[in-house]
């Protein structure tokens, strides 16, 4: 009874690390965020709870840069990439999992192989290929470039390998072609996967900042990531609006989250087909 014992105290104080390490620092921006103008934030003993309280800096982040022009530009960014992945990485990863062709196991492999590369590597050859298109100074610049994630290819072809052979075999005997395979078989299979690729895709696309701030030049068409480096001046910068600004670029993410999560721990979790 007493290793048991120990062994939970161990776990849930594990746990506790992990909570402090990942929700920690998002409470303290959300503390800095509300706190008024009097209270000192750099004390030897932070505070959580803000000593006078007010919603103030997050109107100031309104009047110190357009920010929902910087939010719409966002928004349009990643729906962009959100359609892309949902369609296109869906469509790639159930061929590399369902259909029989040569060469598909080479694609495979250069698919995975992509992943090993970071995203420096070929950093430069996707601004020239961008500038090429004309697409430079454009939100489809922006956003063309991670339309087909590697990974999310991989997370659907994962999905869609899943699923029994049977089921495909039944469906050729009965004359269906592979889009109809795809349309009545693979897709019921995989919509939780399907959310898991469109929280990412969303996630990457309205978290990134070194692309846009390469493609972009008009400020008018600056994503939020990128504008709100206004919020920190050359000589001085108040944390309370940096964090403001933290915060708004963070509901959205939560309120996506929110209303996906049900469907996101299904896609982590597929890992068979029931029936």
Known sequence: MRTHAREYVLRYALLLLVLVL???PFLWML???????GEDVFTELPSFLPQQPTLSNYARVGQSIPVWNYIANSLIVAALAVAGNAVGATLAGYALAR????????????TLGTLI????????????TIRSMGLTDTLLGVALPGAIAMLNVLLMRTAFAA??????????IDGANAWQRFVRIGLPNVRGMISVVIIFSFIGAWDDFLWPLIVLTN?????????????SGAFS????????????AFLPIAILFAALQRFFFRGVEEGAVKG
């Open 22 to 24: 990942t929700v920690g």
């Open 31 to 37: 503390s800095t965020s509300l706190k008024g103008s």
């Open 99 to 110: 259909l029989r062709a040569p060469g598909m196991k080479l694609l495979l492999g250069l």
């Open 117 to 128: 590369l970071p995203g420096e590597v070929t950093i430069i050859s996707q601004y020239v």
């Open 163 to 172: 699923i029994p052979d049977e089921m495909d075999e039944a469906a050729i």
């Open 219 to 231: 400020p008018e068409r600056y994503t939020l990531t990128v504008g709100l480096q206004y919020l």
């Open 237 to 248: 910068s108040d944390p309370r609006l940096i964090a403001a600004g933290i915060m708004i």
